[in-house]
Every structure is written in structure tokens, then in C-alpha cells.
């Protein structure tokens, strides 16, 4: 039996120096993936996690890392398409959304003079 385990958390960036991190630090994962992988109906774990994120002890358990919501896509869609995966466990504590855009204060001026009432201009 061939296992996908996703843990810890995700972080989103915002900017090069700035980014949305939640705390999931991985350890159940790590706990589940570890008692797992002590059976002998599991051949194979394949672990998704944060850089950060607590890792299972093992031979059995193959490690990916996932930062953000779009690696962590990937790497699932990826397994899934290419590997037999008999059960899936999701405890990755995944991010609600995804910064698209970062306004400057030129923008912002911007914005907040063309809303005014009559447009005072910047």
C-alpha cells in the first residue's frame, strides 16, 4: 500500500521580503506518517511538507517539500498521475488565499484621489 501523508503549513508571499504564514508545525503528520510506515501492509509513504515542517522518521517515507499553495498542488497532482497512492491523508494546514497583487503608496494615492468625490487628482 502506497500512502500520501501532507503537513505542516503553508506560506504566501506577498513580496521578497514579506509573506502569510500560518503555524502547522507537521508533527501529526510526522506521528501519522511514522505509525504507518511501522506496518507491514505499507510499502511506500509519500511525505508533502513544508520546508520547516517536522519529518517522520523511516526508510519507507519519501520526503517532498511544499511552501505555498501552488507546490503543494503540484506535488499532489504530480504523485497522483504518477504513482499508485492507495489512501490519502490531508492534514496540511493549507492557506485560505493567495496574495495577486501589491500596491505601492503611489498606487494607493492613486486610488484613494480618483475615489474621492470630485477627483482631486495626484
Avoid: Q
Avoid at 20 to 31: K, P, S
Avoid at 81 to 97: F, K, L, T
Amino acid at each position: 500500500m502506497n500512502i500520501l501523508i501532507t503537513a505542516g503549513g503553508t506560506t504566501e508571499k506577498i513580496d521578497e521580503v514579506r509573506s502569510v504564514t500560518n503555524t502547522g508545525t507537521g508533527r501529526l503528520g510526522a506521528l501519522i506518517a511514522e505509525r504507518f510506515a511501522a506496518s507491514d501492509d505499507v510499502s511506500h509513504i509519500f511525505y508533502v511538507c513544508a520546508a520547516r515542517s517536522a519529518r517522520p522518521k523511516g526508510e519507507k517515507t519519501e520526503v517532498r517539500v511544499a511552501d505555498d499553495t501552488r507546490a503543494l498542488e503540484r506535488a499532489v497532482r504530480e504523485l497522483c498521475a504518477d504513482r499508485r497512492i492507495d489512501a490519502v491523508i490531508h492534514g496540511m494546514a493549507v492557506s485560505d488565499y493567495r496574495v495577486r497583487t501589491v500596491s505601492t503608496s503611489k498606487d494607493m494615492a492613486r486610488f484613494i484621489a480618483d475615489a474621492a468625490p470630485g477627483g482631486i487628482g495626484v
